[in-house]
Nanobody, 118 residues
Framework: VQLQASGGGLVQAGGSLRLSCLASGRTFVNYIMGWFRQAPGKEREFVASVTWNLGSTTYAESVKGRFAISRDSAKNMVFLQMNSLKAEDTAVYYC????????????WGRGTLVTVSS
């Protein structure tokens, strides 16, 4: 089982980036896919999640209205569209997955670095 995140980079404040996560190695039906981030010197925090089956979404308050998570079941991919980026969004972003009935995310991908310059 593997999650591979990509799409990070350097962007100016106010700009946009789209992160992608390719999921492979199993079916993710009944899973919840999430994006997390970890800024320098801070703990990892939840950003957004989407249910694989219905596409229901949840967001951290800090990104509501600016970020949008989605999934493409046919391509086994999850996306995070990030708009109106702020310097405080600078972090390593991770894609993760958990079974619908589990509390913790069990599968983690390598992160992709997003740097927002002010």
């Amino acid at each position: 089982v593997q999650l591979q995140a990509s799409g990070g980079g350097l962007v100016q404040a106010g700009g946009s980036l789209r992160l992608s996560c390719l999921a492979s190695g199993r079916t993710f039906v009944n899973y919840i896919m999430g994006w997390f981030r970890q800024a320098p010197g801070k703990e990892r925090e939840f950003v957004a999640s989407v249910t694989w089956n219905l596409g229901s979404t949840t967001y951290a308050e800090s990104v509501k209205g600016r970020f949008a998570i989605s999934r493409d079941s046919a391509k086994n991919m999850v996306f995070l569209q990030m708009n109106s980026l702020k310097a405080e969004d600078t972090a390593v972003y991770y894609c993760a997955a958990r079974p619908g009935g589990a509390r913790e995310y069990r599968v983690w991908g390598r992160g992709t670095l997003v740097t927002v310059s002010s």
